[in-house]
């Protein structure tokens, strides 16, 4: 199999405080640069949001997400940096306690996720933001057409 990598950034649209599924999106992008079998990395280029890696069946999992953050990270007058608002250093801690880079196996250009796992970009600041995501993939083309793929290996 030929190797390849990419890097490409994604614009991604949040809404004030919110989890937003970018799976399909990353997927999409997979396909568009015939990934095979590899390694694709999703970094967030901020310090006010974040990645992480969750349910995607009920949508009160990210609800009581977002809600638990809150009260290990309440906004107000407790903080010294304020200079962007009473949202900001709450915004900043909430990033720190999730991830800003996540990595996630790709076979046969796919993300090797759970049934009930997806990507998400957390917003933590109270308005909406465009945020920039960079994806980074390591490893193989996907075959041709009428090339056979790979028998896959069990251990």
């Known amino acids: 199999m030929e190797p390849m990598q990419f890097i490409e950034t994604l614009a991604i649209r949040t809404r004030s405080r919110s989890m937003l599924d970018i799976s399909k999106s990353l997927h999409e992008r997979l396909q568009t640069f015939e990934?095979?079998?590899?390694?694709?990395?999703?970094?967030?280029?901020?310090?006010?949001?974040?990645?992480?890696?969750?349910?995607?069946?009920?949508?009160?999992?990210?609800?009581?997400?977002?809600?638990?953050?809150?009260?290990?990270?309440?906004?107000?007058?407790?903080?010294?940096?304020?200079i962007e608002g009473p949202d900001d250093m709450p915004s900043h801690i909430k990033t720190m306690l999730t991830e800003t880079s996540l990595s996630i196996p790709v076979l046969r250009g796919r993300l090797m996720l759970g049934t009930w796992q997806a990507i998400y970009v957390l917003e933590?600041?109270?308005?909406?933001?465009?945020?920039?995501?960079?994806?980074?993939?390591?490893?193989?083309?996907?075959?041709?057409?009428?090339?056979?793929?790979?028998?896959?290996?069990?251990?």
């Open 35 to 82: 990934a095979g079998d590899g390694l694709l990395t999703v970094f967030i280029r901020h310090t006010s949001a974040s990645l992480t890696i969750q349910e995607n069946s009920d949508p009160d999992v990210c609800a009581d997400l977002l809600d638990a953050l809150d009260r290990l990270a309440p906004a107000g007058p407790i903080y010294r940096h304020s």
């Open 124 to 155: 933590h600041r109270a308005k909406s933001h465009t945020r920039e995501v960079v994806l980074h993939f390591a490893g193989t083309r996907a075959p041709g057409p009428g090339k056979p793929l790979p028998q896959q290996r069990r251990p």
